[in-house]
C-alpha cells in the first residue's frame, strides 16, 4: 500500500462491465493496493454502471447530449475525476474515443486493455480481424492509453490459441479470461510504482524497487 493510501481509480465503461467486475473484484482484497473510486459512463443503462452500485462504488451517468462537443465532454470527465481525486483511469470498454486534451492531461495516468495481440489488430472487432487473418495466436494487451487509437506502449500481453473451428464468440470468451488476470495485474503493477515508460517501451520493475533495478520482465506475460 501507498504511505497515503491505496491509488484511486477511475473507470471508465461503456457496456456490460466485466473487465470492470473483475477489476472491482481484484481492488477488494484487502492486500490490493487500489481501490476504485468512481465509475462513469457515457450510457445510462449501461450494465456497469450496475455493477458498481451493487458493490458500494460510486457509478455516474454522463450523458453527452449535456456537453457541446466532445471536449466539453472530456472536460466534464475531467472534472468528475478530479472531484474523486484519482490517480488512474482505466478505460473498460468505453466506446468514446477520448480528446487529445485530455490525454495529454492524463498523460501516463490511463490504461486501456484491447483484445488482441497490439500492435495487430487495433480498433473494433479484433477477434473477427484476427479469425480473417486466419492467425494462428490471438490475445489480449494493456496498454497506456496515447493520442493514436491502440497506440500506446504495451504494459502487459497473454497470447491465446486460435482453433480451427472457433468463431468470434469462441474465440473473445477465451481472450476475456485472460483480459480479467491481466487488467488487474497492470493496475497493481502501476499502483506499485513499478512501470517506467520508456519511448515506445514499458520497463516492468522488480518487486520492492520502483524506478530502480534491472526490469523484472519485457511489458509482457
Known amino acids: 500500500m501507498r504511505a497515503n493510501g491505496p491509488l484511486r481509480l477511475g473507470v471508465l ?113 479484433a477477434q473477427r480481424q484476427a479469425l480473417e487473418h486466419g492467425v494462428r495466436v490471438a490475445g489480449a494487451t494493456v496498454h497506456f492509453v496515447d493520442e493514436g487509437i491502440d497506440t500506446g506502449p504495451i504494459v502487459l500481453q497473454a497470447s491465446v490459441p486460435v482453433h480451427p473451428d472457433d468463431t468470434e464468440e469462441s474465440l473473445s470468451a477465451r481472450i476475456l479470461v485472460e483480459e480479467h488476470r491481466l487488467y488487474p495485474e497492470a493496475i497493481r503493477l502501476f499502483a506499485e510504482g513499478r512501470l517506467q515508460i520508456a519511448g515506445r517501451k514499458v520497463v516492468v520493475r522488480a518487486a520492492g524497487r520502483p524506478g530502480a533495478g534491472a526490469p523484472a520482465s519485457e511489458a509482457s506475460l
Open 13 to 125: 465503461a461503456s457496456g456490460r462491465g466485466s473487465n470492470l467486475e473483475a477489476i472491482l473484484a481484484a481492488t477488494t482484497r484487502p492486500d490490493f493496493p487500489a481501490r476504485v473510486a468512481v465509475v462513469v459512463s457515457d450510457r445510462e443503462q449501461a450494465q456497469a454502471l450496475e455493477r458498481a452500485r451493487r458493490r458500494g462504488v460510486t457509478a455516474l451517468w454522463l450523458n453527452p447530449k449535456d456537453f457541446g462537443d466532445r471536449a466539453a465532454y472530456d472536460a466534464g470527465l475531467g472534472r468528475v475525476l478530479d472531484e474523486h481525486r484519482v490517480g488512474l483511469v482505466c478505460l473498460a470498454g468505453f466506446m468514446r474515443i477520448l480528446t487529445p486534451g485530455f490525454v495529454r492531461a492524463y498523460a501516463g495516468r490511463i490504461l486501456n486493455i484491447h483484445p488482441a495481440l497490439l500492435p495487430a489488430f487495433p480498433g473494433l472487432h
